[in-house]
């Protein structure tokens, strides 16, 4: 079956600019994970969803980063007046349920902040 | 968040075990303990995940510790497909898993 998907694979952009970046979960995965990796880095957790349940947004860096996920499926993270520092890769997971289940990654979204 | 310390860099022979060790000292008695593993240019995958006792899949065998303040994740016999970065992580009794740089683990053929 399909994995997690994230589109664009890459993104390129001028500073100041917004973007979105679109994760499509594992059909019939209830939990939705952002995570950033920044050059070298390990991941850092940005947002949570899960269910119908209001999401976690513990991890957002600035308000300049908000997600959404519609209808229990496709998410979208989207970072307004892009910044250099925001420049990392964006993955996306999903996981049936939650905690115990394995989180599985999609290959990223790119994104370069010139 | 729930941290952890692995060693930056590891290697290994070709089909010859490998251990890598992971400490995480400020781990509660109901947190999980996860690995992941992100090869080149990949999202990281699971790996294997377990409470107290030795838990062990296809992947890997992990040994846990018996004050479980650190666990080892045993890959068998290794290959070349194993070259990649392994993180070790606890779920902190919610559902946000924080990952540390891991170990970045070279298989030498």
């Known amino acids: 079956g399909a994995g997690v998907s994230q589109s664009p694979s890459n993104k390129v952009t001028e500073k100041g600019k917004d973007v979105e970046l679109r994760c499509d979960p594992i059909s019939g995965h209830t939990a939705l994970y952002w995570y950033r990796q920044s050059l070298g880095q390990g991941l850092e957790f940005l947002i949570y969803f899960q269910g119908n349940s209001a999401p976690d947004k513990s991890g957002l860096p600035s308000d300049r980063f908000s997600a959404e996920r519609t209808g229990g499926s496709v998410s979208t993270l989207t970072i307004q007046r892009t910044q250099q520092e925001d420049s990392a890769v964006y993955l996306c997971?999903?996981?049936?349920?939650?905690?115990?289940?394995?989180?599985?990654f999609g290959p990223g979204t790119r994104l370069t902040v010139l | 968040d729930a941290k952890t310390t692995q060693p930056n860099s590891m290697e290994s022979n070709e089909e010859e075990p490998v251990h890598l060790p992971c400490n995480h000292s400020t781990i509660s008695g109901t947190d999980y303990i996860h690995w992941y593993r992100q090869l080149p240019s990949q999202g990281p995958e699971y790996v294997i995940h377990g409470l107290t006792s030795n838990v062990n899949n296809r992947m890997a065998s992990l040994a846990i510790a018996e004050d479980r303040k650190s666990s080892t994740l045993i890959l068998h016999r290794a290959t070349l497909r194993d070259a990649a970065v392994y993180y070790c992580?606890?779920?902190?009794?919610?559902?946000?898993?924080?990952f540390g740089t891991g170990t970045r683990l070279t298989i030498i053929p």
């Open positions: 992580t606890y779920d902190f009794g919610n559902e946000k898993l924080t």
């Open positions: 997971a999903s996981s049936f349920e939650t905690r115990l289940r394995e989180q599985f």
